[in-house]
């Protein structure tokens, strides 16, 4: 992973230079303001992931698996999480964010209503294992 964080900061220095020859070429402060938010956002996301595989190596006693170059594929085997095989909850979730969009287009009443749908089904996906049939 350490390979991704290089990777960023690599497009926040790339988004760097861009911005300074967009600057002096055009003076244009809106664009040198969409690419100033693209070099922090690159930064930001590169800091994150050095700071993760950092720690993530001092729990592991040692480099990741993916970054070891002596390692094998087998060795990343495992379990990766739980994923709900049979949950409409991500549907409706969708649906509703998709009503909020909508909402900003056609009218507020709709924006009101598909925030409250999202705030719903949000706590239905949350909540899912936790009361009917599939609680555990």
Same mark, same amino acid.
């Given at each position: 992973?350490? =390979?991704?964080?290089?990777?960023?900061?690599?497009?926040?220095?790339?988004?760097?230079?861009?911005?300074? =020859?967009?600057?002096?070429?055009?003076?244009?402060?809106?664009? +040198?303001?969409?690419?100033?938010?693209?070099?922090?956002?690159?930064?930001?996301?590169?800091?994150?992931?050095?700071?993760? =595989?950092?720690?993530?190596?001092?729990?592991?006693?040692?480099?990741?698996?993916?970054?070891?170059?002596?390692?094998?594929?087998?060795?990343?085997?495992?379990?990766?999480?739980?994923?709900?095989?049979?949950?409409?909850?991500?549907?409706?979730?969708?649906?509703?964010?998709?009503?909020?969009?909508?909402?900003?287009?056609?009218?507020?009443?709709?924006?009101?209503?598909?925030?409250?749908?999202?705030?719903? +089904?949000?706590?239905?996906? =949350?909540?899912?294992?936790?009361?009917?049939?599939?609680?555990?």
């Amino acid at each position: 992973m350490r =390979v991704q964080a290089f990777m960023f900061y690599g497009c926040a220095v790339f988004f760097l230079a861009t911005d300074i =020859v967009y600057w002096l070429w055009s003076g244009d402060w809106t664009g +040198t303001t969409a690419l100033a938010l693209a070099i922090g956002l690159a930064g930001l996301i590169g800091f994150y992931i050095h700071f993760t =595989v950092r720690r993530l190596e001092r729990a592991n006693n040692g480099p990741l698996y993916e970054d070891d170059p002596e390692g094998d594929i087998a060795d990343a085997a495992g379990e990766l999480g739980f994923f709900s095989p049979h949950s409409w909850w991500p549907l409706y979730l969708a649906m509703s964010a998709a009503c909020v969009a909508l909402g900003v287009v056609f009218g507020w009443w709709l924006v009101i209503l598909g925030a409250s749908a999202c705030i719903m +089904t949000t706590i239905g996906l =949350v909540f899912e294992y936790y009361r009917g049939h599939f609680a555990h």
